[in-house]
């Protein structure tokens, strides 16, 4: 299972955070709420450290 999501507050809105491992180069993300816009971030860690940060990408989930 994967760890839970972190959550925190900046500015009045939630943010989540979650480390996950991939292996490949996708991630399918699961769980989300019908109709609702979420903005993402992504951050690659390996032996030497961090990354840089994306771009901001901001989606929003349809229905069923």
Same mark, same amino acid.
């Given at each position: @299972? +994967? @760890? *839970?999501? =972190? @959550?925190?507050? =900046?500015?009045?809105? =939630?943010?989540?955070?979650?480390?996950? $491992?991939? $292996?490949? #180069?996708?991630?399918? +993300?699961?769980?989300?709420?019908?109709?609702?816009?979420? #903005?993402? #971030?992504?951050?690659?860690?390996? #032996?030497?450290? *961090?990354?840089?940060?994306?771009?901001e990408v901001t989606v929003?989930?349809l229905s069923d």
């Open positions: @299972p +994967l @760890p *839970p999501f =972190s @959550p925190c507050s =900046s500015r009045g809105i =939630s943010l989540l955070f979650q480390t996950v $491992d991939v $292996d490949g #180069r996708s991630y399918r +993300l699961e769980g989300l709420k019908k109709f609702t816009e979420y #903005r993402l #971030r992504f951050l690659a860690y390996n #032996r030497y450290g *961090p990354g840089i940060s994306s771009e929003t989930t």
